[in-house]
């Protein structure tokens, strides 16, 4: 079956303190990989996306992501958060089948 | 300039009634989507539309049914409205299969 699995549903953190987010997926051939956030009361925004290339990526907001292959993952990474990236961050897979599969999320809060 | 609208932004309604929700997109994406949110903010496809025709019809009891008109309109009626409808309704467009979606506002669907 397709899942998307991140961890750590509720991270609490200060301002500047880094963020990582991890996001596996289970295996399914060629995938395109997206962070999408949702702040509070608002629709989800692409943060960035890997489809092919450098499996390093870089996103909106400072925001950047590490596909690494063999370990079915796509992390996301800011080194500094600030209190307006508190938001709900989601991984998403495309297995190509026409919809994305979403991990539960993860719960973001920045301390000012 | 919205790139993908919905209306209503928020819709009360009684136990037992039949409501519709609207969606539009001016990207010229063939294809469409909606996605429910529930209270624990996890997304769950329920269709997808590509060129006016069903192609994903996850397990969604049948009181829903989404309509397109054309390319740029994929609505949905709920018959029967029950308590466990409630939810936050995303519709979300994108150009072929594999490409990032975007997402509407989102209808916060509230049942009484």
């Known amino acids: 079956a397709q899942s998307v699995s991140q961890h750590n549903h509720h991270v609490i953190l200060s301002e500047a303190a880094s963020l990582e987010l991890g996001c596996n997926y289970s295996y399914g051939g060629t995938v395109n990989l997206f962070w999408y956030v949702q702040y509070p009361g608002q629709h989800l925004q692409l943060l960035l996306k890997y489809f092919s290339g450098d499996p390093l990526v870089k996103g909106i907001k400072g925001f950047e992501a590490e596909f690494i292959k063999s370990k079915f993952s796509f992390n996301l990474r800011k080194p500094s958060v600030q209190w307006s990236d508190t938001a709900e961050y989601f991984c998403?897979?495309?297995?190509?089948?026409?919809?994305?599969?979403f991990g539960k999320g993860n719960q973001v809060v920045v301390i000012p | 300039d919205t790139a993908v609208s919905q209306t209503p932004k928020y819709l009360v309604t009684q136990m037992g009634n039949d409501k519709s929700i609207k969606c539009e997109q001016n990207l010229g994406h063939d294809t469409m989507y909606w996605y429910k949110q529930d209270s624990k903010k996890f997304l769950k496809i329920m269709f997808s539309y590509n060129n006016k025709e069903l192609i994903i019809n996850e397990t969604v009891p049948n009181r829903f049914s989404p309509k397109s008109p054309d390319k740029a309109h994929l609505n949905l009626h709920i018959n029967s409205l029950e308590l466990g409808d409630s939810a936050v309704y995303f519709c979300?467009?994108?150009?072929?299969?594999?490409?990032?979606?975007?997402f509407g506002p989102g209808t916060r669907l509230t049942v009484l």
């Open positions: 979300a467009s994108a150009r072929g299969s594999y490409n990032e979606q975007f």
């Open positions: 998403a897979v495309n297995y190509g089948n026409n919809r994305l599969a």
